[in-house]
């Protein structure tokens, strides 16, 4: 379970130029809780994520992951509880190594391999259907974005994380694309059991694959509700308007 | 032209520029620490074998003391947020009075073969001592000829028992071949991953900071084997010996990436390798011939950077494509 408690987050403090980038934010997740985070521009969604990955510290406010209380943790440990894949697909995987030990990189959790997480790739790979299993020996700097994007969840997924964070992860990538890869994503929520945040700007994604919506404005929560699905395209409208 | 003895001094060379492979292909960390490291190197064995320490030993601590500096300039980088390169001269400059302290001088060279008798012949108390008041610490009447002296002498000398040009290929065949199986250890790949991704590194819950210090341990330690050796074969150590070794190091690594392209790992670690022994050819012929259009051996750093920049330059204007050669980069 993650919990956010009245987390406050002031850039340039003291200066002319002083913002609050959150102020009073509460927020909790439930384990195994798919979280979609949606907001206008500079609402506080990206600096939400650096609290969570513990790049940056609020300046007031409780950060508990799995009743730890996260008070100012090397960012490499913390990412051993916490995954995340960005937008830019290059960002989540190796380059210059194959397919394969990309896996036996993501099955690596802290000092730890597990061969487990290993198989689990193998498994979440060809349930892709993009014949990347197939392909294990080719290095990585040859696929697309799109097989990249994919390849990068799988890695961030397989070290069991007890968050992963999605950073507006199908924005570069094309709609077949973005097709495969919140495919990729629900699975590693419902099979796996992992619990995801994600932040996206795209609302066709929103209204096909959300499940709870919260919406940050001002650097707090103005709305956290479950999102029922509409099954006619009025409904669609309606709930695209309230968006 | 000794073309053997030409292959040797490539094959030591080659050492130097795995290291240099090693921090700047491996793990992407630019790092001058080699030009001091190198030095130190070949300062500590000769410095060790006139304590009596085996040759093989010399060796090892050789590179095991310049890997410490590499992991020095890794901390620096790490803890201070020093850029590496910043770092790595400062760790260099550091080690040009670190080697003068450890030879005692700007120089050292290898233990000599000789008699106990004729060693005490150069020490001799003569009257000079007598009118300067200086106490001689031998006289040939004390010498005990049968006494075996402990100082270990270089396996490169003449009547060594050993076969020089197989003796350093051994050890660049050990050292490259070990190289390449800890790179494919899962270590290694997280090595070769933080190279290439450091971010995504830290983002799998792997320390970073830890990488660069294995990476640039590694990338010094060969330096310093590579010093060792050649201070063991040339017969000396001297303090500027180092200088210029990472550009040359580096143009052998691209030299050798022109001849086998950058595909597999295996063809990754025989670059530095076959690109340290043709440079090394180049060198030779560079010297031999290179009078005749007015060039002289001082020119060869010159002409060395000039060949790095001018393989950078045509890679940004991907020549390879313009030829229709088959890459991978």
Not at chain 1, 196 to 219: C, D, P, Q, S
Not at chain 2, 140 to 156: A, G, H, M, R
Request: proline share 3%; glycine share 10%; net charge positive.
């Amino acid at each position: 379970m993650v919990e956010l408690k009245n987390i406050r987050v002031v850039y340039n403090k003291n200066q002319t130029n002083e913002k609050k980038a959150l102020d009073g934010l509460n927020l909790t997740i439930k384990k195994g809780e798919y979280v979609t985070i949606i907001g206008p521009n500079g609402a506080g969604k990206t600096t939400l994520l650096k609290i969570l990955t513990g790049e940056i510290h609020p300046e007031e406010g409780d950060y508990v992951l799995n009743g730890r209380d996260i008070k100012h943790p090397k960012p490499y440990k913390l990412f051993r509880n916490v995954g995340i894949v960005y937008q830019e697909p290059d960002r989540g995987v190796f380059p210059d190594l194959t397919i394969e030990e990309n896996l036996i990189l993501g099955s690596k959790k802290g000092n730890r391999f597990f061969s487990f997480g290993k198989y689990q790739g193998l498994e979440l790979l060809k349930s892709l259907n993009m014949g990347l299993e197939d392909r294990l020996k080719t290095k990585v700097k040859e696929l697309s974005g799109g097989q990249k994007q994919a390849l990068a969840m799988i890695l961030a997924a397989i070290t069991y994380p007890d968050l992963l964070l999605l950073d507006e992860h199908t924005a570069a990538l094309d709609p077949k694309n973005v097709e495969k890869v919140m495919e990729l994503t629900l699975k590693i929520n419902t099979e796996m059991g992992l619990t995801i945040l994600m932040v996206t700007h795209n609302m066709k994604i929103v209204e096909k694959y959300a499940k709870r919506i919260v919406e940050i404005k001002e650097g707090i929560v103005t709305r956290d509700f479950m999102y029922e699905r509409p099954q006619s395209q009025v409904g669609t409208d309606r709930i695209r308007a309230s968006l | 032209m000794d073309l053997i003895g030409i292959i040797e001094q490539g094959l030591i060379a080659s050492l130097a520029a795995i290291g240099v492979f090693i921090s700047f292909r491996v793990i992407d960390l630019p790092d001058l620490t080699p030009d001091g490291s190198y030095v130190l190197g070949g300062a500590v064995s000769i410095s060790l074998m006139y304590v009596g320490v085996p040759w093989i030993l010399c060796l090892v601590f050789g590179g095991l003391l310049a890997g410490f500096f590499g992991v020095l300039t890794a901390i620096i980088h790490n803890k201070l947020g020093v850029n590496s390169l910043l770092a790595s001269i400062l760790i260099m400059t550091m080690l040009y009075s670190i080697n003068i302290r450890v030879m005692n001088g700007p120089n050292i060279s290898v233990p000599k073969e000789t008699a106990p008798m004729e060693e005490a012949r150069y020490t001799e108390k003569t009257k000079l001592d007598d009118l300067l008041g200086i106490k001689s610490s031998t006289s040939i009447s004390e010498v005990d000829t049968t006494k075996q002296t402990k100082k270990t002498l270089s396996p490169f000398r003449e009547k060594s028992g050993y076969n020089s040009t197989i003796l350093i290929s051994l050890i660049v065949l050990i050292s490259v071949f070990s190289t390449i199986i800890f790179l494919r250890t899962e270590f290694g790949i997280a090595l070769r991953g933080y190279g290439g991704n450091k971010e995504g590194i830290k983002n799998l819950g792997i320390n970073p900071e830890l990488m660069s210090i294995v990476g640039l341990f590694l990338g010094n330690f060969y330096a310093g084997l590579a010093g060792s050796l050649f201070s063991m074969y040339g017969g000396f150590a001297d303090v500027n010996m180092g200088q210029g070794i990472v550009v040359t190091s580096l143009a052998a690594v691209i030299l050798g990436e022109i001849i086998f392209g950058r595909f597999h790992l295996f063809y990754n670690m025989m670059c530095p390798v076959i690109g340290a022994v043709v440079y090394q050819i180049l060198l030779a012929l560079a010297m031999r011939y290179g009078y005749t259009i007015g060039f002289q051996s001082s020119d060869m750093k010159l002409v060395t950077s000039l060949f790095i920049i001018i393989v950078i330059g045509l890679r940004r204007v991907e020549v390879r494509k313009w030829l229709n050669l088959k890459t991978s980069e």
